[in-house]
């Protein structure tokens, strides 16, 4: 698959979600400090994008119910071809277990200081 094919089905697919009805939850506090006070900063693709205003945590409000998403990732063709070909791949491996070494010496680091 195509850079452009991948997103284009990614796109795609995002698209048949939104055209399903009730794929949303009800509106959520926010799930960093709890705050019920948001903003709208912006809608994309029927999403609103909102902003804490007690932390400024961005997050996207009402929530996609976790059964819609669940459901996604089973049937996904994109996700399918992600977890597959890309994670999967031997340099993609590699180049993963190398972050996660990093981010383990980082931690390791900081408690000696
Ligand atoms: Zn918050």
Redesign the pocket.
């Known amino acids: 698959m195509s850079k452009t094919k991948y997103f284009d089905s990614l796109l795609n697919e995002w698209d048949s979600i939104i055209k399903k009805k009730k794929i949303f939850s009800s509106i959520k506090p926010?799930s960093?400090?709890g705050?019920k006070k948001f903003n709208k900063i912006f809608t994309k693709k029927k999403l609103n994008f909102v902003i804490?205003k007690?932390?400024t945590?961005v997050f996207i409000n009402p929530p996609i119910k976790e059964s819609v998403i669940i459901n996604h990732f089973k049937k996904s063709k994109t996700w399918s071809y992600w977890s597959n070909k890309i994670l999967n791949d031997k340099k993609q491996k590699k180049i993963e277990k190398k972050k996660l070494n990093e981010k383990k010496k980082k931690k390791i680091e900081k408690k000696k200081i």
């Open positions: 926010c960093a400090c705050s804490c007690n932390c945590h």
